[in-house]
């Protein structure tokens, strides 16, 4: 299994990204995935989750500026950031639960993107 995060940039304060996390490889179903972001110097931080039924929830330093949606049959979740202020500057990971049958057995596993940058300027 292989997340691909994608849609970092540079940006100016109150700008807008979108960023995508495209999950492929061999699986049964992805369940909850997660946004985290990590600013330097600093430790990865959550940021949003959603389940696989679309339920979403934040950290209170994004709430009402960030969405996270998923789209289950292109196996990606995205992450809106609106209104973007420089201290959102990070790198942003996404992570999945993710099951597959191994022998028999539905087993779950947790796997992480490789990360996108994304730097907010004032």
């Known amino acids: 299994v292989q997340l691909q995060a994608s849609g970092g940039g540079l940006v100016q304060a109150g700008s807008s990204l979108r960023l995508s996390c495209a999950v492929s490889g061999t699986f049964f179903r992805i369940n909850d995935i997660y946004w985290y972001q990590q600013a330097p110097g600093k430790q990865r931080e959550l940021v949003a989750g959603?389940?696989?039924?679309?339920?979403?929830n934040y950290a209170d330093s994004v709430k009402g500026r960030f969405t996270i949606s998923r789209d289950n049959a292109k196996n990606t979740v995205y992450l809106q950031m609106n209104s973007l202020k420089p201290e959102d500057t990070a790198v942003y990971y996404c992570?999945?639960?993710?099951?597959?049958?191994?022998?028999?057995?539905?087993?779950?596993?947790?796997?992480w993107g490789q990360g996108t940058l994304v730097t907010v300027s004032s």
């Open positions: 992570n999945a639960n993710v099951s597959a049958w191994y022998s028999g057995n539905l087993q779950y596993h947790d796997y």
């Open positions: 959603i389940s696989r039924g679309g339920n979403g």
